[in-house]
């Protein structure tokens, strides 16, 4: 039988493929929209890491959520100093939430509150991505905007305290595969899992709208 790590990896594979591939993304990653979308786009993930990072205290002291609390995953702080440097120090006043960040913020809290093991669906989607293609995303960020190599503006893609990425992961998915819950519950997380994937999607979807290429 498949590792739940390899499981969860096989069951959002197809969706990886997509968000990856999105309108948005595939604009972003070629370098053809401007630094306002790439700010719009960072202030979503502000809205997500609020939600994911708003209640790890208590998690952290959850037996099936709590081993994956670490604190060098943290994005929130990192993301306020790369909005600060993309907005200017006011930048808090001029935040929103498109609805499809609202819908994905929403449904985090509400796994955060009341299922700890969904919760880690939406830890897995984000972290482990933020941890791969997150790379990707910094270094293309740097080449068309202009940024500092990892400095203001892509911090929220550099794990200062993950010295080696590709261990870090390595344990994870040790994690992932010493994941405290039965079969049905397994399958539960994986279609949370699936379902992240696609909130993900929703945003760069609207993403896409807000700044569309040909307009
Ligand atoms: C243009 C955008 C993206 C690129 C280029 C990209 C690229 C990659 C690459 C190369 C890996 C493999 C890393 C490895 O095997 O160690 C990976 C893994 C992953 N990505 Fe992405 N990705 C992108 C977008 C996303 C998005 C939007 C999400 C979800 C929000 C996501 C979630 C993940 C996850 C969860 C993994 C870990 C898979 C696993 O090993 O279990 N990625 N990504």
Redesign the pocket.
Known sequence: MDSF?TV??TASHEQ?VE??TSTF?SDL?GGRLGVAAYARYTEQLWFVYEALEAGTERLAADPVAGPFIRPELFRLAALERDLAHLRGPDWRAGVSALPATREYAERVRECAESWPAGYVAHH???Y??DL??GQ??RDRAERTWGFAKKGDGVRFYVFEGIGNPAAF?REY?ELLDGFAADELEKQRVVAECRRA?AL?TAVFGALGEEFPLSA
Request: charged residues 25%; without cysteine.
């Open positions: 790590s969860i990896r990886h968000a990856e993304m990653l897995y989607t984000r482990l991505g791969s293609g990707i995303i992961k998915r994937f993900n």
